[in-house]
């Protein structure tokens, strides 16, 4: 499979809908990854694309696959 990448693609993500799933505030997720409750909010908004350690921290805090929480959307 061959992948071409597109400038067109973004980022977009279920991380307010896990989050929910976990009866999680945006600021406890935040202080469970270290983060502020606004890069949270601001995440879950599609404001800020985390980086690839944040995103996967998130996964592990929430207990989601990669492709659970992230996606690429046209």
């Avoid at 977009?12 to 989050?19: D, G, Q, W």
């Avoid at 502020?36 to 696959?65: H, V, W, Y």
Wanted: glycine share 4%; hydrophobic share 45%.
């Amino acid at each position: 499979m061959v992948l071409i990448m597109n400038e067109g693609l973004i980022l977009k993500n279920n991380l307010k809908e896990a989050r929910s799933e976990k009866k999680l505030s945006q600021s406890a997720l935040a202080e469970m990854v270290g983060v502020s409750r606004n890069t949270i909010s601001s995440i879950e908004t599609g404001q800020f694309n985390p980086t690839a350690k944040l995103a996967l921290i998130l996964c592990i805090a929430l207990d989601k696959k990669f492709e659970e929480l992230f996606y690429f959307d046209e």
